[in-house]
C-alpha cells in the first residue's frame, strides 16, 4: 500500500473511534468507565458527560474535513489532555498499585499521541514535533503494556475467546509484539512493517475478540468503549506505518 492508504485507513479508524466515544458518552449519560473514570460524586457530572461527548463528536467530524482537520485534531488533543491531567494523574497517584488505573491512564496517552500524530500530518508546516512526540507517546503505551501482559499473563490469556487454543502462547506473543513494535517506532527501524503488523493485529482483536463481547453484552458501556480504543489503536498503528512509508520515499 502507498502511504495515503495507510494514512486515510488510519484517519478513518481514529477519526471513528473518537466519534464514537463520544456518542458513547451522549448515549450512555456518564463518562466511559475505563477510559475516563470520573468520580460520581463531581457536580453536574451527567452535564459534562453530554458537553465532552458532544465535542468529541464536532472534533471526530472537522477532522474529516480537509479545511478543519486540524481544528478538529486539537480539539481532540485538548480533550484527551485534560482527561488525562484531571481524571487519571489523581487517580494514578491515589492507587499506584492499581493495575487497571495504569491501564487507563497509558489508554489516553496512547490514543493522545495518535491524535499528535495527525495533527502533525495536517499541519501546514509538517508537524514533524507533533509526530515525533505522538509516536514517542504511542510507542511508551505500548512497552506499559507489553509489561502488563507479563504481569498479568493468566488475567490477559482469560481474556481471549476461549475457542482459541494456547491462550498464555498467545498473551506472550502480543506482549513481545507489543515491545518489538515500541522499539520500532522508537528507532525508526521497519516501523512500515511494525506498523502495518500491529495494525492489522488491533484490527483483528476489534473483530474476534471486542465485537463478539459487544454482542452478547449489547447494552454494557465497557465493552463498546474497549472495542472503539482498540479501533483507534489499529488506526494510529496505520499512521506510523504511512509516515514511514512517506520518510522513505522522500531519502
Not at 78 to 98: G, M, Q, S, T
Request: charged share 10%.
Amino acid at each position: 500500500m502507498n502511504n495515503n492508504l495507510y494514512l486515510g485507513i488510519g484517519r478513518l479508524f481514529l477519526m471513528i473511534s473518537i466519534i464514537a466515544i463520544g456518542v458513547i458518552h451522549i448515549v450512555s449519560g456518564h463518562f466511559p468507565v475505563g477510559l475516563m473514570p470520573v468520580a460520581a460524586s463531581l457536580p453536574a457530572k451527567q452535564v459534562l458527560a453530554y458537553l465532552t461527548g458532544s465535542l468529541m463528536i464536532v472534533a471526530g467530524i472537522l477532522v474529516v474535513t480537509k479545511k478543519y482537520a486540524a481544528y478538529g485534531a486539537s480539539l481532540a488533543a485538548l480533550l484527551y489532555l485534560l482527561a488525562l491531567l484531571l481524571i487519571h494523574v489523581p487517580k494514578v497517584l491515589a492507587e499506584p498499585r492499581n493495575p487497571s488505573e495504569w491501564a487507563g491512564f497509558f489508554e489516553v496517552i496512547c490514543i493522545m499521541g495518535g491524535i499528535l500524530i495527525l495533527l502533525g500530518i495536517t499541519s501546514k508546516d509538517g508537524g514533524a514535533k507533533l509526530t515525533k512526540t505522538g509516536t514517542y507517546l504511542f510507542s511508551l503505551g505500548l512497552l506499559v503494556f507489553g509489561v502488563q501482559h507479563y504481569m498479568y499473563a493468566q488475567f490477559v490469556a482469560n481474556l481471549i475467546p476461549a475457542w482459541i487454543p494456547a491462550r498464555l502462547f498467545w498473551d506472550y506473543l502480543v506482549m513481545v509484539a507489543f515491545f518489538a513494535s515500541a522499539i520500532s517506532f522508537i528507532i525508526h527501524k521497519l516501523s512500515k512493517l511494525a506498523g502495518t503488523l500491529l495494525g492489522l493485529m488491533f484490527l483483528i482483536w476489534v473483530l474476534i475478540l471486542h465485537l463478539p463481547r459487544v454482542i452478547a453484552s449489547i447494552h454494557t458501556e465497557p465493552e463498546w468503549t474497549s472495542l472503539f480504543v482498540a479501533l483507534a489503536f489499529s488506526g494510529i498503528s496505520f499512521l506510523l506505518a504511512g509516515l514511514a512509508v512517506t520518510k522513505t520515499s522522500k531519502t
